[in-house]
């Protein structure tokens, strides 16, 4: 409860002040406006002349896919937000595309926006938040809204139509997935995942925790079962042919297949290979600054920032907010430093009929009721705190 309540408190607090009355505002580029860009961008454009780089016209959550399935038009209403909506970005530019390529010592980005049209754009400081592929939920295809609903009411009515489902993977998505999907009813759901329990990455009690919640909840659980996943293929879609395992055991069949095998693949094409680990993740320093380049940020599911790459959910995004304002506004104050748990934290189920369970890093976890986490926690908190307010449509 401390990591929510230390959020809020943060959020709700007055931020770093930059006085521009006697200079020109700083230009800063926030490449990516998923989760964490937009929420770096709807804070500095007031005290910055602020460009938000995104493929699609909307902040489109690869958070919370299990009730992205089984509850559509809910997760929508927090998941998948225009810009227009943002109150907060009013002051920015925000350019329906992506980045081509960087010129770091010129400071100088190349947008190729989604007409095809290529616009050159200098900058005083960049940051980075471009995200990674993984799976179908998650890439950097530019799109306009029309496919991205398309593309969400398909995959939904091929699930629905199943009566057998198979989820790959025992992380945070798969599990969010494979417990959803059981509880809707409508198909059996079988869970496999490589190892003797789900969730690596969590403190051991949640691991346990959460292997009994499955199967209370109705899903088939298949440890040590370890996919061999097709030459070519990166989870992009939904399967149906029969999965082989590289641990053994028959072959399984389904109706369908859902991937959630990890595979996870950064957006950072874009810039020069030495400033890129063994798996193309971003390099950053303590202060999520890229190392040679203290103008440039890179934060969240693209920064190499920790071992478990969490600064998109232990939010970074406040310290880049923090270290841009401290920098632009010349001051001499040390700069904030990230610093990510052992363990990972979060919802993991998303919401339910009972409410939005977190569990923490310690492994404790708390429960927020369904009639306070909808209007308080979604509504104002995450929609006037963290987005700083939306438009009604």
């Not at 810009?83 to 770091?104: M, N, P, T, W």
């Not at 088939?220 to 879609?237: C, K, M, N, Q, S």
Request: glycine content about 10%; some cysteine; aromatic content about 8%.
């Amino acid at each position: 409860m401390r990591s929510l309540r230390s959020a809020i408190r943060f959020s709700l607090a007055s931020e770093y002040s930059i006085d521009m009355s006697s200079k020109t505002k700083p230009i800063v580029i926030v490449a990516g406006l998923g989760d964490t860009g937009a929420l770096i961008a709807t804070r500095l454009a007031r005290t910055c002349q602020v460009i938000g780089i995104s493929t699609r016209p909307a902040l489109l959550s690869g958070q919370e896919l299990g009730n992205r399935l089984t509850e559509p038009d809910d997760w929508r209403k927090t998941y998948l937000v225009p810009y227009r909506r943002f109150r907060k970005l009013d002051a920015a530019e925000v350019i329906h595309g992506r980045i081509a390529s960087v010129d770091l010592d010129a400071k100088n980005v190349t947008i190729e926006s989604a007409d095809g049209a290529q616009r050159s754009q200098r900058y005083d400081y960049l940051v980075i938040a471009t995200g990674a592929s993984n799976g179908f939920w998650r890439n950097d295809h530019v799109e306009d809204l029309a496919k991205v609903e398309t593309d969400l009411i398909a995959v939904n009515a091929e699930i629905g139509a199943a009566s057998t489902i198979a989820v790959i993977g025992g992380g945070a998505t798969g599990i969010s997935v494979a417990d959803n999907l059981a509880k809707a009813g409508g198909a059996d759901v079988h869970l496999f995942h490589s190892g003797s329990k789900p969730l690596p990455g969590y403190h051991p009690k949640v691991r346990s925790w959460i292997g009994r919640v499955l199967t209370a909840d109705g899903v088939i659980i298949h440890p040590d079962h370890r996919a061999i996943v097709p030459e070519g293929f990166t989870g992009d879609r939904l399967t149906h042919e029969p999965v082989s395992w590289s641990t053994g055991q028959s072959e399984f069949a389904a109706d369908v297949t859902i991937w959630a095998v990890g595979g996870v693949r950064p957006h950072s094409g874009f810039l020069p290979s030495p400033m890129l680990d063994d798996e193309g993740f971003i390099l950053v320093d303590d202060n999520l600054r890229i190392p040679g380049h203290p103008e440039v940020y890179a934060v969240g599911d693209v920064a190499a920032s920790d071992p478990l790459r969490s600064s998109a959910r232990n939010w970074g995004y406040r310290v880049v907010v923090a270290n841009l304002k401290t920098t632009i506004a010349g001051k001499s104050k040390k700069l904030e430093t990230y610093s990510a748990p052992e363990y990972r934290w979060g919802s993991l189920l998303g919401m339910q009929s009972d409410g939005l369970t977190v569990v923490q890093p310690n492994g404790k976890r708390f429960r927020i009721p369904r009639w306070i986490a909808k209007p308080l926690l979604l509504n104002v908190f995450v929609e006037r705190v963290l987005y700083g307010g939306l438009r009604s449509r």
